[in-house]
């Protein structure tokens, strides 16, 4: 295991960026929040514009066009992935063999059996990859998650999942969008995952999936639509809708418990003020002043993701978001597919390696998509 800096002795962990385009900002603005923890030491991008431009905004640091180079000379402890899907096995790997933690954009990437290549690269204390799942952080999150564990809200029921954005033709120009090779899959990939991620958080493991999925109004191989019914372990029932389709952008989880129904409403992030506590009948008003939550207002962010990510680099322990905890929502999404294609319900667990669907997400089988006029072809 690498000696990583402690926090004991003030040394602050060396960390490195690979892809400078719109998502890096993000990284940018964490790192610069945790200034007292990290220094961003280089930038790795193949375009000489877009790089030139990020090492200006990031303080002129050395900016490399591979990521070989840069881990050989610059030696990071950490380095964040913001590539495109296609990529990010490769890169993780070259992170992970070059003794760095790797902190990956979402999806993770492209299938189940690419996701478990990279853990198979990880080694017991670490370097491990994290993934960027940063909308189940946050004080609002934590809230709900410690009133859900001590039953404080009575059982989990009903459930919906919704994330309804818009798109148009424009954003799918981009060569690698849209495509289940460069992409890995449509909205309940590359936009829905985060709020399935956070409903998995709240929830905890799936037990069997229903869906459909369809090609509507895009000119792309993907889907860019796609319903689903999930059965939890608990026993809890949840909707899901992932949409590019929507005029009317939302991203929404409701939680129906026996004492209480809890409504999360936002777009891309959320801070205490859009999670609503609405009580059952007969529930006492002082029990519903304790669910507001804490004073402390934190945002869901990569910021607030990366204190807990940088807790995990010093300990040498796994952070949340990696291994089988970062799985588990890909699994999910694999399921979905499998369901829509297949028309049949899938159970948690079914999908492992010999299932075309461990090795694609849409298991060699995306040309029985639905689309707009057509039907199930």
Not at 147 to 155: C, N, Y
Not at 213 to 237: K, Y
Not at 334 to 355: N, S
């Amino acid at each position: 295991m690498p000696d990583f800096p402690s926090a004991a002795n003030g040394k602050r962990l060396r960390v490195a960026l690979v892809g400078t385009g719109g998502i890096a900002g993000h990284h940018l603005t964490a790192y610069r929040a945790h200034a007292d923890q990290v220094e961003l030491v280089a930038a790795v991008d193949v375009d000489r514009a877009r790089l030139a431009e990020f090492r200006a905004e990031a303080g002129g640091i050395p900016g490399y066009h591979a990521v070989a180079e840069m881990l050989g000379e610059q030696r990071p402890d950490l380095v964040s992935i913001c590539t495109p899907p296609s990529l990010h096995v490769e890169q993780v790997l070259a992170v992970l063999a070059g003794g760095a933690w790797a902190w990956c954009e979402k999806p993770p990437c492209r299938s189940l059996a690419e996701y478990d290549t990279i853990t198979a690269a990880e080694r017991d204390g670490g370097p491990y990859a994290a993934f960027v799942f940063q909308q189940r952080s946050g004080s609002g999150v934590a809230q709900l998650a410690k009133l859900l564990a001590s039953g404080e809200l009575g059982r989990p029921l009903v459930a919906h999942c919704q994330t309804t954005w818009f798109r148009d033709a424009a954003y799918y120009a981009v060569p690698w969008r849209g495509s289940w090779e460069t992409e890995g899959g449509g909205p309940a990939m590359g936009h829905g995952i985060h709020q399935l991620d956070l409903l998995l958080h709240l929830l905890g493991d799936w037990a069997e999936v229903r869906a459909m999925a369809g090609r509507l109004v895009h000119d792309v191989r993907t889907e860019d639509v796609s319903t689903a019914l999930i059965r939890f372990r608990s026993g809890a029932l949840a909707t899901a809708v992932n949409s590019v389709l929507s005029p009317d952008e939302v991203s929404r989880i409701r939680l129906d418990c026996a004492h209480a129904t809890v409504e999360l409403t936002h777009l891309y992030g959320h801070r205490n003020e859009n999670w609503v506590y609405t009580p059952a009948p007969g529930v006492a008003a002082e029990r519903v002043r304790h669910w507001r939550g804490p004073a402390e207002d934190v945002a869901s962010s990569h910021t607030a993701q990366l204190t807990g990510l940088l807790a995990a680099i010093r300990a040498g322990t796994r952070p949340a978001c990696g291994g089988a905890d970062g799985r588990r929502v890909l699994e999910l999404i694999a399921a979905l597919y499998k369901a829509a294609f297949t028309g049949l319900p899938v159970t948690a667990g079914e999908i492992g390696p010999g299932d075309p669907f461990h090795e694609a997400m849409h298991g060699g089988m995306a040309d029985r998509i639905t689309v707009a006029g057509e039907g199930a072809r």
